[in-house]
């Protein structure tokens, strides 16, 4: 279904000249055109226009706004339209405010809030900036609440919960993604449930145009040996927040995998472990990209 200029513009309740300024200055606008040139916008074409509608209302420069509306696919824009109180974080606020105002966002257990503020924070600064010095921070913090009894693990699983949705968005307004023939395996250690490092690193992939296959939490160290096997990828990431132990199955996987895969650790559940040809250990997001990027050239 297709729509003039003239029905987007009465359901916006816009001026259609406000409407063109916008197609002509910072190209939101129909995609489609009829046979004798007329516009022609189709519904992802008018989300388009009311996120940036909706994002101009609430302050935000015309320019950025459009940049807001650009990055997002269709399903980054229906999740940014569900939220009703969708905004960008402030340009001067700090990423010391914005964990603040995240957990006390997490305590009043305030989804709508929580996932408002990762999503302006990644789209304001990028996930690398964004998860180094945003959202670790804010997580160490909630993990040192909930041990001390200061903070229910309900609020843990939401926090967590939100994020898992705002960083897949994000991942998902990435658009080219060119694997070069290497491949790219993400997966957390065998019986660990945290895997949010792995959606930040999935995230960091696809800003770099890089596609990964990501298996997300608890993944035997047997299926990693079928998996490094079958597909013979460049690079198997593997990431452990519990302590892991000198015993570990993963290390006859590692003595069993040999090249063209390098296994590359994250995490602070790591014991230090001398070097193995196939296996490299990284501290953080940045250096894991870094090291990603020189494994598959
Ligand atoms: C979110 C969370 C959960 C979520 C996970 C959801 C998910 N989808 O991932 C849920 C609620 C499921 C959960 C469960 C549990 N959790 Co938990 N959890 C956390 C929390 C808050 C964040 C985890 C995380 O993502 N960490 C990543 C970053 C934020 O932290 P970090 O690793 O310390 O970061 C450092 C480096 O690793 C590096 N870094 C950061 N990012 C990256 C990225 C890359 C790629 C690299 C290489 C490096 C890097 O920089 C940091 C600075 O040095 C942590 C708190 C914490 N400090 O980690 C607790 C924490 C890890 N959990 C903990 C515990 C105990 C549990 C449970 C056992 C609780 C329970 N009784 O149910 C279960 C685990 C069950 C299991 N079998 O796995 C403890 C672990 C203590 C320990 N060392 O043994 C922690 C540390 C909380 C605490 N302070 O006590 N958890």
């Not at 279904?1 to 197609?23: K, Y």
């Amino acid at each position: 279904m297709f729509w003039g200029v003239g029905s987007v513009a009465s359901r916006l309740d816009v001026a259609a000249s406000t409407l063109r300024t916008w197609e002509r200055r910072y190209d939101v606008g129909p995609t489609h055109r009829t046979a004798g040139g007329h516009r022609r916008y189709s519904e992802a074409d008018i989300e388009r226009v009311t996120l940036m509608q909706r994002l101009i209302g609430r302050g935000a420069p015309p320019m950025e706004a459009a940049r807001v509306a650009h990055g997002l696919d269709a399903d980054g824009l229906a999740s940014a339209l569900a939220t009703d109180d969708f905004v960008d974080v402030g340009a001067d606020l700090s990423h010391e405010d914005i964990a603040d105002a995240l957990l006390q966002a997490a305590r009043a257990y305030d989804s709508a809030r929580i996932r408002n503020l990762v999503a302006g924070v990644l789209r304001r600064d990028g996930v690398i900036e964004a998860w180094t010095g945003m959202i670790v921070p804010a997580l160490v913090r909630i993990g040192d609440d909930w041990s001390r009894g200061e903070m229910g693990i309900e609020a843990e699983h939401l926090t967590s919960e939100c994020l898992v949705a705002e960083i897949r968005a994000h991942t998902r307004s990435f658009a080219t993604i060119d694997l070069g023939g290497a491949s790219i395996v993400l997966a957390s250690a065998e019986d660990d449930m945290h895997s949010l490092p792995l959606l930040a690193l999935e995230c960091a992939l696809a800003e770099a145009g890089l596609a990964c296959h990501l298996l997300g939490a608890r993944i035997p160290a047997e299926a990693l040996a079928n998996m490094a096997a079958t597909l013979r990828p460049t690079v198997i990431f593997i990431w452990a927040s519990l302590p892991r132990t000198d015993d570990d199955r993963l290390w006859q996987v590692v003595e069993s995998v040999g090249p063209p895969t390098t296994m590359v650790l994250g995490g602070p559940g790591w014991p230090h472990h001398d070097g193995h040809q196939t296996l490299k250990a990284s501290a953080s997001l940045q250096s894991t990209i870094e090291q990603i990027r020189a494994l598959v050239g």
